[in-house]
Nanobody, 125 residues
């Protein structure tokens, strides 16, 4: 099993920034062969894809966050980050990190089998 713990959420004004962290622990396969991603879920909406990182430093973003959010990973610390800049009220949601074994681009939430508990991000206008 892999345990994921998010942190870094909070309340910020529109135009501000936040950095989310996701610390992975547990099963000892190398983080280099784990694909990890960020998803978010606003009240009354489906959980949606935000960004993903997989082997070799490859990354992919949803169009809604492209150019504003940056995903990164520190393999030595088994930690993934999401730097969120130029935040908008529509970015308000619970943000979840997810992981799975694999070295490809995974965009669907059903592709992931490990999830964190989520961290709330609220952007005020």
């Amino acid at each position: 099993q892999v345990q994921l713990v998010e942190s870094g959420g909070g309340l910020v004004q529109a135009g501000g920034s936040l950095r989310l962290s996701c610390a992975a622990s547990g099963r000892t396969f190398s983080s280099y062969v784990m694909a990890m991603g960020w998803f978010r879920q606003a009240p009354g909406k489906e959980r949606e894809f935000v960004s993903t990182s997989w082997s070799g430093g490859s990354t992919y973003y949803a169009d809604s966050v492209k150019g504003r959010f940056i995903i990164s990973r520190d393999h030595a610390k088994n930690t993934m980050y999401l730097q969120m800049n130029s935040l908008k009220p529509e970015d308000t949601a619970v943000y979840y990190c997810a992981a799975r074994a694999g070295s490809s681009r995974y965009l669907n939430r059903y592709d992931y089998n490990y999830w964190g508990q989520g961290t709330q991000v609220t952007v005020s206008s």
